[in-house]
């Protein structure tokens, strides 16, 4: 993709799927298992997996977590993960064709480039 105008109808198409996205999170899901110490038994056993929900807050600098409680609610957040997931990889690409589509235009045709000598 090295024409001016494919570079822009790229570019163009990236913003109508990022105006598609309806909701995103930022952060991740992991499986958490508690030790349980039962009467009678010397060791523990492990309980779960527990879905726990985690993402750094940068204004607290700390990194928050919240449980998952139903099926849905996970569900949900795996979807919204997956959808910031791929709005980051949409950026990335919208950064990359902005910055040719820069050099394109800035650069001289070489036809244009060849000074001519006076005779």
């Known amino acids: ?3 001016v105008t ?3 109808l790229r570019r163009d198409a990236i913003l109508q799927e990022m105006r598609t996205i309806r909701a995103m999170k930022r952060g991740t899901i992991n499986e958490q298992f508690l030790k349980v110490y039962q009467r009678g038994i010397k060791s523990s056993v492990a309980r779960g997996p527990y879905f726990v929900f985690s993402r ?6 700390k990194t928050k977590s919240r ?3 139903s099926v849905e609610e996970l569900e949900q957040m795996r979807k ?3 959808a910031y997931q ?7 690409e919208f950064e990359e064709l902005t910055e040719r589509l820069g050099e394109l235009e800035r650069s001289v045709p070489e036809h244009e480039a060849k000074k001519k000598r006076r005779r």
């Open 86 to 92: 791929g709005w980051v990889a949409l950026c990335r």
């Open 1 to 3: 993709m090295s024409n």
């Open 6 to 8: 494919e570079l822009e």
């Open 67 to 69: 449980r998952l409680t």
């Open 80 to 82: 919204d993960i997956a």
């Open 56 to 61: 750094y807050e940068a204004k607290a600098g």
